[in-house]
């Protein structure tokens, strides 16, 4: 299995050793940080994965920090451990984005339910945005034969609405598989629909053009 990553910040030196030992046997690598700011300061160089945060903490709390990532489009999956005395807190927390809560003392089923939940996120995020890395490589044209191609449209009616001949429709096919590394139609339409916004707002660009 491969290994994942959680990026732990807590200013409870007790609560990031006692999650590092129960998710270190669940092949879960976790990076610990005492503050909102120590993990601000390294995340540039720091290995993708999802974050854990403490509700409360001096200086820069897990709210703060979980709003000031979502102004800088920061999307890596976030879980907050919080209090009894927090839960209405990480209900705000959650209508924000956070994936799930888990209150303090926790369990070591339910850190690990918590866990497992935002990378299963974090997994869709990262096809989301490969599946959209892969559809801007498409030329205009290419788009266009796509859109043509979802409709239903065979080669013939495609280059006739196209204004070009069937064996050009049949090269930029033939483009299109190459470039989204697919070895099916039924590949090419599983990326589009994967992809960040979707398969229709990539219909819906090829009809504009």
Same mark, same amino acid.
């Given at each position: 299995m491969e290994r994942r990553t959680i990026h732990l910040v807590d200013d409870d030196e007790a609560v990031r050793q006692s999650v590092a030992m129960l998710l270190s046997t669940y092949d879960v690598d976790v990076v610990t940080y005492p503050s909102g700011e120590t993990f601000l300061a390294g995340r540039a160089d720091a290995t993708p994965g999802c974050l854990m945060l403490d509700i409360r903490?001096?200086?820069l709390d897990g709210l703060a920090m979980q709003r000031r990532l979502v102004e800088e489009s920061f *999307?890596?999956?976030?879980?907050?451990?919080?209090?009894?005395? *927090?839960v209405r807190i990480a209900v705000?927390?959650?209508?924000?984005?956070?994936?799930?809560f888990v209150e303090k003392p926790f369990y070591g089923a339910r850190l690990i339910e918590a866990v497992e939940c935002a990378f299963r996120k974090f997994d869709r995020t990262n096809a989301a945005r490969r599946a959209t890395q892969l559809l801007n490589t498409l030329s205009e044209r290419?788009?266009?034969?796509?859109?043509a191609l979802v409709d239903g449209l065979s080669n013939k009616a495609i280059a006739r609405s196209l204004g070009i001949s069937a064996r050009t429709v049949e090269a930029h096919r033939a483009h299109i598989m190459g470039k989204l590394h697919a070895d099916s139609f039924a590949d090419v339409?599983?990326?589009?629909?994967?992809? *960040?916004?979707?398969?229709?707002?990539?219909? *819906?660009?090829?009809?504009a053009t």
């Open positions: 903490m001096p200086e *999307d890596w999956p976030v879980i907050f451990l919080t209090g009894h005395g *927090d705000e927390a959650m209508q924000n984005g956070a994936v799930d290419e788009r266009q034969v796509l859109v339409l599983r990326i589009a629909m994967t992809a *960040d916004k979707g398969l229709m707002s990539i219909i *819906d660009q090829g009809r």
